[in-house]
Nanobody, 129 residues
Framework: QAQLMESGGGSVQAGGSLKLSCVISGLPASTYCLGWFRQAQGEEREAVAAVTIAGGSRTYYADSVKGRFTISRDNAKNTVDLQMNNVKPADTAVYYC?????????????????????WGQGTQVNVSS
């Protein structure tokens, strides 16, 4: 059974750093992409970043996090991490990792939240000013 499990959330002051991790298990071998998304209270879920996890390492970022967040994969640990630097109060949200259907590339789905079908339970990030 496919499962994604996020960890690393918590509270941090503006300007600080936090690292989120997503442990991947049970996904089909033809899963080529994994993304991080977030949802602030009262807001719609939005994309943060995505990375190719098979056949390359191309990354994609939302404009709001470019230059501050870094998505990376660790094949040995079977994780995809999100390093968050210089965080802002606007980054406060529940963060989710997600995967699209098998056989679909990051080039195809990019940061389109509707294309992702397997979701973790989320981890809360609170940034105080």
């Amino acid at each position: 059974q496919a499962q994604l499990m996020e960890s690393g959330g918590g509270s941090v002051q503006a300007g600080g750093s936090l690292k989120l991790s997503c442990v991947i298990s049970g996904l089909p071998a033809s899963t080529y992409c994994l993304g991080w998304f977030r949802q602030a209270q009262g807001e719609e879920r939005e994309a943060v970043a995505a990375v190719t996890i098979a056949g390359g390492s191309r990354t994609y970022y939302a404009d709001s996090v470019k230059g501050r967040f870094t998505i990376s994969r660790d094949n040995a640990k079977n994780t995809v991490d999100l390093q968050m630097n210089n965080v802002k109060p606007a980054d406060t949200a529940v963060y989710y990792c997600a995967a699209p259907r098998p056989g679909v590339s990051c080039t195809r789905v990019g940061l389109d939240v509707d294309e992702y079908i397997v979701w973790g339970q989320g981890t809360q990030v609170n940034v105080s000013s």
